[in-house]
């Protein structure tokens, strides 16, 4: 049925004996607000790390429970030492022997009772066996992980004694500063984001309230959905903070290109030949069929047009699929101001 009604849209088909259909008519007008787009995101940490050690080990234990709070610098998890300890033992005893060597060395040459080459080597020997020490010294370090800064444990990811390689994440630290909120963007949005002016979020927890939002980073990279991701910072003193995890929806507010644009709802469109139409309705009551270019569609279900038409033309808005050139038609009353919705 619908197959039929665009075509006969199309044809300009019809005939005279049909009684005039109904149409709601709308007019033509600038539209100079700012332009508003929404799109559903994600609260996540703004900081979010695994971490793993540096060497590889049996896991001692791992010291802090899953959602326990931790401060920069708390121990967080640690490998059995003996190793290490004893590595560094022996490193350090060579490292003694080489040392003293070394100094005698440098002390005959400054006497003038060695050679020259044996100063080389003696001074050579050394700076080799610190560097043995120190990296000795590290890697018993390196058997304890610390938190890197104030947050919340949110997993664990190996218990002991597991043996884990070098690098292998063990937990997952959740920083506890404000949160941010993560959309993706598409190409439209992305080469305008100079003109961003505004964020604000909604939740399903706070009903009729907003949170502005601070823009935090923008990925120059798209997807492979072809969107951007766009990171907005939440105010650290909004009160209560979301959590991690939780659905926001985020408006973006952009400023004006400086030139009012001309806005249709989008019920007014229909497609005709591969090309966006809109039915103009003429002085008297007849209809012609008008392309029109499509900017952008806004999410309030309006389109914003570039070309096509001029501010006070009269376009139908409801009943565009039955309609075809210069068909006479009649226009229903507007709706009254009690009438809430247009439903009467």
Known sequence: MLFGLTLAACS????????????????VTLSAAPLVSEFPGRVRAAEEVNLAFKVSGRLRRIAVEEGARVRRGDLLAEL???????????????????KAEAERVMALYADSVVTADSYDKARY???QMTAKYENARRQLADTRITAPFDGVLQRRLFEAPTVVAAGMPVVTLLSSAAPEIEIHIPASDYVRRGDF????ASFDFLPGRTLPLQLATINPKANANQLYAVRLAVPADADPLPAPGMNALVRITRRGTGDAAIEVPASALFACEGRSCVWVCRADSTVERREVRIRRLTTDGAAQLSAGLEPGERIVTAGVDRLYENQRVAPLAAPAETNIGGLL
């Open 80 to 98: 059995d030492p003996a190793d290490y300890a004893l590595q560094l033992q022996a490193v350090e005893a060579e490292y003694r022997r080489v």
């Open 12 to 27: 300009g088909a019809g005939g005279d004996r049909e009684p005039l259909p109904s149409v709601r008519l709308d007019t």
């Open 125 to 127: 020997g050394l700076e």
């Open 197 to 200: 002016a505004a964020f604000e």
